[in-house]
């Protein structure tokens, strides 16, 4: 008597069945677990190494949810009940969390305060803040401030030039992320700002991606280095 229907045959029954109807019967392999391929097309130019999504509700999927799954090997699918800005933040706050060279770092002057570093870590989660002489990305990189210059200071108002690093270690314009990554475990710095021949900030790299790129290997990525996620919209996914 043969024991149990394969998958074609399951499927051609066209019955209901749930969970708790099926079974499946172990049967030898001749592979290994690791060799076992997850990966799965959503779109004709997007694949992600996990089969997992999650659905665009606002009591499930916002920016928190959508990193995680990233990180994880899925996709997110981020909900449109809220305005389009505010849906636009959420994705931003997603290719933020991780990236390669981040091409549009936070920047600040010399003339902006500690509170201004506050600011952007309530609103964006971080504080590695390169300090350039406009306060603009490719202006002249002068400087950089860490949360070990301003942790423990307790006047707020005092402004980035008096508390800044200016001991800096940084990148030429064209290094390879590898190399890039390579000069940051070697210097043990958090940031490495990438500058051009006249040193003016070009980029960021950032310690905290190489741990992530460590602990998620498989994470769901662009061509950027940046986590991907989806967005729902009125006429369906946008």
Known sequence: MRDGVNGRELFQA???LTYDDLIILPGYIDFGVGEVGLHTRVTRELEV????CSSPMDTVTESEMAVNLALLGGIGFIHYNNTIEEQAQMVRRVKRFEN???TEPQVLGPDHLISDIDDIRRKHGFSGIPITEDGIVNGRLIGIVSNRDIDFEPDRSRSLRDVMTTDL???QQGVSLIEANRILRESKRGKLPIID???RLVALVSRTDLKKNRDFPDASKNADKQLVCALAGHLGVR
């Open 49 to 52: 190494s996990a089969p997992l």
């Open 14 to 16: 066209r019955q209901s």
């Open 100 to 102: 390669g060279f981040i």
């Open 169 to 171: 270690v940084t990148g």
């Open 197 to 199: 021949e006249d040193g």
